[in-house]
């Protein structure tokens, strides 16, 4: 699969870069020139006798010396126009007549127009070296939309370039060597200049008065990953993979891979797929001195390679035995000698070893062989959206290459975090933000700790493609974290006494039988957004169940029961059950997001099965937690408290409500609350000193009827409910737990 191919980048750091490794700097500013190049010939032309100009513009005038053709397209209108200005004569497409005019300065008269096959067969004098004629070529990636439509043609720095050398059958020109620096063959003027400095100042001095327009250019410019210096595209010889021949296959694999989150499933499926379709080649070749080596030999007198059954076979003992390190360490001889075929018909002076190592995204590529047995498939592969060029892609060319299918069933992509005005993190930039300063702080900044951190890494994983680190954002993660711990911490606290009592489910008041529902619906949705990795979902869902459904709503009603009633009584065990139950579930709903808040939580838990929370079993749902009925019940029953509150406002615990229900509403009410605990219970749900409901017919199933009134009674000084008939004493409830204590203590 393997073959020689000159390469198309290589960074100034003196090796090949894969387009994997490189980033796009927005705002790179180049040295663009617009250039006369005269013509030597041209069958198709009628009419005009004069001297004839070419004009092309190139933001990378360097490579002019390494110019081999100009290119046109075939479909696109071509002009010749006279400069009035200085009368001479230019060949461009139509199309951009007027942008040109506007460059130069000087008004274009349109002389002769004509189609771009007209074009077939001109020639031309090479813009630096004058006794070189040149051709033009047809080419489809000649456009109009900039520049001139004529494109200067350096197949040794372009990859459309050298595709049309290839069509053309054109010796690849390479006067540029692996520092950046023009050779000897450029000329005296040229000879070891740096391209992107000097080089560029060189070439412009030699073009003369064939330079019409030179400007300062700012556009999108590949830079190396890792130093940040721009790069430049130079042929060299390096190895490649045709991926021409797996692509399509590749494709067809990647139809069967979920994508997540699915949210973006389409847009990242989109353009894995488009990186895919465009990559011909994949340069595997590096020039560094670390990495696993491509274990070749070459003829040094010609620079071919060698390889056969024997070598490949021998270098793969070596590796068994050994590591890939024997490349290194050992010396030509050394491994020729296990090499017959080798030692004995060639002069073992006159081979030496590749220097190259592989590819990086080669070596990861293939990771999926060594770590999964039996050529399984892997559930995910978790990586950023960049490795569509890298790992993702590397893999999944690999393993149809090798065992013609995908290497995962899954690819989940994240975010990236970036710094608080939303820049990508580097050590250059000097705003890399270390984790460790997160957790455990800095003489500056105060520390989130680990689970802070761990949460907003769930808030942000996969919602953008962008997530900002920010002191704001992680405050707010921590206060989140806090609020859960609390609310949970409340759990134990009322749990101390508690000895997991088996409670039958038609004991349990309606608020229990409501908070049961909305846990078990809790606990469905949790596991539905773990299946789908919306982890920025379970945030959401935790907090506002927590904050809302537990602490507002369930805490408040049963604080009466859990403080004031008897220990032993029925309803306060009930309670004790749902909260235990709210406790486990919750902490498991959590517990691999913020796993030491989950330790910590369960180590004071009074009824603990481990000595982790880890280690225990999750216990299944009741299916009767599960019911509408209730739901549909207290749905009416929280519209009723609403209303009331949003007249009564947060003073509410002196009102007396009257409530008015229609004959099937009271009928419906009490089949899930006994009449006698219908005041209690009602009170404590909303929040006040007592409730009455009385039956009215003329009261419609939609309607909420009520009216407001100050209790009559007096504050109890036990409960503080306003349930005592007189001022300092205890309510009814209260005397006869009292009581009942006081007897205890006597006997």
Known sequence: MAFFLPSSAIPLIITALAEAELEYNQAHKSTAVTVKIKLNSFPGLINVQESIYALIWTTTPWTLPSNQAI??????????????????FYLCATKVIPEISKKLGSDLRIMQSMDGMILKGVTYVHP?????????????????????????????????????????????????????????????????????????????????????????????????????????????????????????????LLENVEIMPDVQNEVYRHHFKTQLQKRPYWCI????????????????????????????????????KCG?????????????????????????????????????????????????????VADMYLEGVDQFTGWFQSSLLTSTALRNKAPYKTIYIHGFAVDADGKKMSKSLGNVINPQDIIL????????????????????????????????????????????RSVLRFAIAVLYDYNHVNVNYRDFKLIDKYMLHLLACYHKEVQRYLDNYHYHKIKALVINFVTNS?????????????????????????AQYV????????????AAIVPHLAEELYEHFPLKEADSFFKTKERSIPEEWYSEDVLKVMNHILNYKKHIHKQVGAASADKHILMFMNKNQFKNLKEYVEESSLSMDFADIFQVA???????????????????????????????????????????????????????VVN
């Open 71 to 88: 290119c046109y397209n075939s479909n696109l209108s071509y002009s010749i126009v006279k400069n009035l200005k200085n009368n001479e």
């Open 128 to 252: 630096i070296y004058k006794n070189k004629i040149c051709s033009f070529l047809p080419a489809s990636h000649v456009v109009d939309s900039k520049g001139t439509g004529l494109v200067h043609t350096a197949p040794a720095h372009g990859p459309d370039d050298y595709l049309v050398a290839l069509e053309n059958n054109i010796n690849i020109l390479n006067i540029v060597n692996d520092a950046g620096e023009f050779i000897s063959e450029a000329g005296p003027d040229l000879n070891g200049a740096f391209v992107l400095t000097d080089g560029i100042e060189i070439v412009l001095k030699l073009l003369g008065h064939d330079l019409a327009h030179v400007e300062d250019y700012i556009h999108s410019y590949p830079y190396d990953w890792r130093t940040k210096q721009p790069v430049i595209l130079r042929a060299s010889k390096q190895w490649f993979i045709d991926t021409n021949s797996i692509k399509q296959k590749a494709l067809e």
């Open 285 to 320: 070749s590096r020039q560094r001195t670390w990495g696993v080596p491509i274990p070749m030999f070459y003829l040094k007198d010609t620079d071919d390679y060698i390889i056969n059954e024997d070598t490949i076979t021998t270098i793969c003992n070596f590796i068994e």
């Open 324 to 376: 890939c390190d024997f490349w290194w360490n050992l010396s030509v001889k050394d491994i020729l000698k296990e090499i017959p075929s080798l030692k004995d018909h060639l002069d073992s002076d006159n081979i030496m070893k590749g220097e190259d190592i592989l590819d990086i995204w080669f070596d990861s590529g293939l990771s999926w062989s060594s770590v999964l047995p039996n050529k399984q």
């Open 441 to 484: 702080g800095t003489k500056n900044h105060k520390a989130y700790g680990i689970d802070s951190l761990r949460w907003w890494v769930i808030c942000h994983e996969n919602q953008d493609s962008t997530a900002k680190v920010s002191l704001t954002a992680l405050q707010a993660s921590s206060d989140e974290v806090q609020k859960l």
């Open 550 to 574: 537990v602490s507002a709503l369930y805490y408040n009603s049963i604080k009466d029961r859990l403080y004031c009633d008897p220990e032993d009584s029925l309803n306060r065990i009930c």
């Open 579 to 590: 909260i235990s139950a709210i406790f486990l579930i919750v902490v498991r709903s959590v």
């Open 690 to 744: 007592s409730v009455k409901i009385i039956e009215e017919e003329a009261v419609s199933a939609e309607e909420y009827k009520f009216n407001v009134i100050n209790s009559n009674r007096c504050i109890c000084s036990r409960c503080r409910k306003f349930l005592s008939h007189q001022k300092d004493t205890l309510c009814h409830r209260c005397n006869l737990v009292v009581g009942d204590i006081k007897i205890g």
